[in-house]
């Protein structure tokens, strides 16, 4: 959902193949924004343009994260490879994953895939936040100076956050048997 409440961003393939749609959130037609046969919605700019991730743009085995305005002016985020991603409240640094979810599924995966979260101000080289642990910590949101995100770091996916360095990390949900497959953000909570 968008930072203003008011668009939401989804798949679909109403015209062949799947592509990334917005519609309001009260309802309405459905407007594709993408044609690149690969595109995820990844995100929101603070400015409201949407956020994808797509290979279309990519000399690597990975996605890249490009801007997307109404009127599909695209801008590429210069990152070598970036699949997920939230911006800061200033809208000036990106915290993101570098892979998208590794494709097995397997729990408590910590291979070479595991998602990373990563810190980028768009001026310097991208810095990793949570390379201290193997496993999974994958789909940034951020909120009040914090960073959250989710983890199975306690052996359950569960959602976690840290502040903007990748310090004080906290485990926010407490689930013991069945992981957290998603989490979203909405008006601070």
């Not at 979810?101 to 397997?106: D, E, H, V």
């Not at 101000?121 to 009040?144: I, R």
């Amino acid at each position: 959902i968008s930072p203003d409440g008011k668009t939401v961003a989804f798949l679909a393939d109403y015209e062949g193949p799947r592509e990334v749609y917005t519609m309001p959130v009260m309802g309405g037609v459905p407007e594709r924004r993408t044609w690149e046969g690969d595109a995820q919605p990844a995100g929101w700019a603070p400015d409201g343009r949407l956020m994808i991730a797509t290979t279309r743009y990519s000399t690597l085995p990975g996605d890249k994260l490009v801007l997307v305005d109404a009127q599909g002016k695209r801008d590429i985020v210069p990152l070598a490879e970036a699949a997920e991603g939230a911006w800061s409240s200033d809208g000036h640094t990106l915290f993101f994953t570098r892979w998208g979810k590794q494709p097995s599924s397997t729990k408590r995966y910590k291979g070479g895939w595991a998602e990373n979260l990563w810190r980028f101000d768009g001026k310097d080289e991208a810095v990793a936040l949570t390379a201290d642990y193997d496993g999974t910590s994958a789909h940034p949101m951020f909120s009040q100076g914090r960073v959250y995100f989710l983890s199975d770091r306690d052996g359950v996916m569960n959602v976690w956050s840290m502040n903007e360095d990748g310090k004080d990390v906290k485990e926010e949900s407490h689930q013991k048997q069945f992981d957290v497959e998603s989490a979203s953000i909405s008006d601070g909570h």
